[in-house]
């Protein structure tokens, strides 16, 4: 069994930065595809973006493309999801998950693991 938590959520003004950080622990994590989700108030959970096993293949929804990046660390068991220009609209609850398989599904429930989630909350 996999646990996943995230950190740091918080508010932050239009046009900011922010860096989220998802610690897993009770696997290998090396063997998990890793991604990032959100879920708006009121809105169905999204995809945002997933890096392979590997370190070697990134892919973002094209909302965050350009000013989001996501990056894993298989040494200290850590995905990180680095937010750049911000927008009201990115605010939600950011939720990172794990699969054992090559690639992450961008179907959040087909995934094997989730952690709570963490507020990112964006003022204009």
């Known amino acids: 069994q996999v646990q996943l938590v995230e950190s740091g959520g918080g508010l932050v003004q239009a046009g900011g930065s922010l860096r989220l950080s998802c ?9 998990y595809s890793m991604g990032w989700f959100r879920q708006a108030p009121g809105k169905e959970r999204e995809f945002v ?12 929804a094209a909302s965050v493309r350009g000013r989001f ?28 998950a794990a699969r054992s398989s090559a690639w992450i599904s961008a179907v959040e429930v087909d995934n094997d693991y989730r952690g709570q989630g963490t507020q990112v909350t964006v003022s204009s």
């Open 23 to 31: 610690k897993a622990s009770g696997g290998t994590f090396s063997r």
């Open 49 to 60: 973006a997933a890096i392979s096993r590997s370190d070697e293949t990134t892919y973002y």
């Open 69 to 96: 990046n996501i990056s894993r660390d298989n040494a200290e068991s850590t995905v990180n999801l680095h937010m750049g220009s911000l927008k009201p609209e990115d605010t939600a609850v950011y939720y990172c």
